[in-house]
């Protein structure tokens, strides 16, 4: 059978149709991710500046690495940022969660508003909070005045600017508070009712039932809200500090673009990055170490 | 428990909800309040509720202060393209995934997991150059590329979720009245995916809308700004005039605001959508 002939009958099975549907997915993600992820391991071994071909350098980006103190910096910040926001955001978005679950009037509304900063713009919103910090004229301040607390200089002085992009990290946590509400639904109200019956309190109910059954439901939250972290500090620290005051706020992805884009030293941001290729590794291995001993139970 | 104190703490739930809910749109609050102020006044020196005579000629002047008209051109023509485009290559995935064998869609599953959790800095460098062997970059097609790659593994996901709960009876008879898969997936299956489609449809359009860094990274012309990168050149421009900054941001918001309070109904009650966040 000529080769076309088969080409057609392929096509024109079942099978052969259902293939072709992944093509774009799978050969787009391949050429577009895949890839260029690929490349990026292999570069953290060379020395490249886009321009010249690279050269094969072996260890030495990671060598350099260590004694390069703005990228020790920005791991640290960055790990700073994570393990200050995630447990903020994950208690928040559950807190939440707790209030706004019950279906009543308006109650459609307050998850609407709840919700709607994770899908404000980012530019928009990191712009939005540059003026709520402005410590001379901002609305924050302002109320902080009137309330006659002390006016920190939010995104002027390292502290309290990191703390300044924890806090508005805080108010976008949409995707985790939409997770933990179907959460919440799926625990069955007969369960609620059996420990009313029995003459539970609210608080009982809520440390006895609610929080082991939701207990999955944050561990996932959890892991996904690391890898997550330590990528979603671009566009603020990007539009609000550019990673100042005094580099407080330079986070790995910032540094990355900072040092493969401006610097053309593609090897150390590569390196840089085969350190979050680990990171995000031992968080699969978490949610995999997790996930398998459910089922061993 | 009493009536009464039901009432009370029903009411009390309302007021919690109602505290909450008005701290979490403060910070749009703010910005709505600094953009109706009037440019080059000083500004107040205690708190201010509402502007004494709303500017509204900031929402103008951003269009006169930058080509924000031409930004936003932008923007719409990738959104208009690369959602449409998202909903026919996520959907027809998720169709083939949900139809495949079951050791061949564990190893699809793996994949799509695997590309959700590639850091995205790390393709930053390389997939320019990628787009610059292609061409493209310097063009709004380097930002809606994704698309045709259905933009993220997560909506082939939701639909493939979707898909699976279609019992393969149906499937099957479809077949045996002679439909292809091409049929089978559009009046069989996607008729049968409508909030999908609606929850992948809002998605995406944030997606692209709100796409601050590919701009940043793959485009050069000032005629093909983005809106978001429309913001970045009006501070520059003039990076203390806060009202008509707020304002602009305010105008980037709404759409996406307008959007999610129509939708919310289907949005915010779907539950397959939260569990498919939850599993990525």
Known sequence: MPLYRRLKSWINSYRGQLRLFLLPYLAGMFVLVALPGVMTAVTAFTDYNAIQPPTWVGLDNFQRMRTYSLVRLSLRNTLLFAITAVPLRLVGALVLALLLQRKRRLFGLYRAAVYLPAVIPEAAYALIWLWIFNPLYGPLNMVLGWLGLPAPAWLAEPGSAQAAIVIMSLFQIGEGFVVLLAGLQSIPRAIYEAAHVDGATRWQSFWRITLPLITPWLLLLTFRDLLMSVQNTYTPSFIMTYGGPYYATTYVPLLVYELAFDLLDYGLAAALLVVLYAFTGAVIMGILSVVGSWGEE | ?280
């Open chain 2, 1 to 280: 428990m009493n009536k009464r104190t039901g009432k009370l703490k029903t009411t009390l739930h309302y007021l919690t909800g109602g505290l909450v809910t008005a701290v979490f749109l403060l910070p749009l609050y703010w910005a709505m309040t600094a953009s109706l102020r009037q440019p080059g006044l000083a500004p107040p020196v205690t708190v201010e509720w509402w502007p004494t005579n709303a500017h509204w000629d900031n929402f103008t002047e951003v269009f006169r202060a930058v080509p924000m008209a031409r930004y936003l051109k932008n923007s719409l023509i990738v959104v208009g393209t690369a959602v449409p485009l998202t909903l026919i290559t996520a959907s027809l995935a998720g169709f083939s995934m949900a139809q495949m064998p079951d050791k061949a869609r564990r190893r699809l599953l793996a994949v799509s997991v695997a590309y959700l959790v590639v850091p995205a800095a790390s393709i930053w460098m390389f997939r320019f150059q990628i787009l610059q062997v292609l061409g493209l970059v310097d063009t709004l097609w380097a930002l809606i590329l994704p698309a045709f790659a259905a933009s993220s593994p997560l909506f082939v996901l939701l639909f493939y979720w979707t898909f699976r709960r279609i019992p393969s009876e149906l499937i099957e008879a479809g077949r045996l009245d002679g439909a292809n898969a091409w049929a089978i997936w559009r009046r069989l299956a996607l008729p049968l995916a409508r909030p999908t489609t609606i929850a992948v449809t809002i998605l995406a359009a944030v997606l692209y809308w709100n796409d601050f860094v590919s701009p940043v990274l793959y485009i050069y012309r000032p005629e093909l700004y983005t809106a978001p990168i429309g913001l970045q050149i009006l501070k520059q421009v003039d990076s203390v005039n806060w009202p008509l900054l707020m304002a602009a941001a305010v105008l980037l918001t709404l759409p996406v605001a307008v959007l999610l309070i129509i939708l919310q109904r289907v949005f915010l009650n779907n539950l397959s959508l939260a569990e498919t966040m939850e599993r990525n």
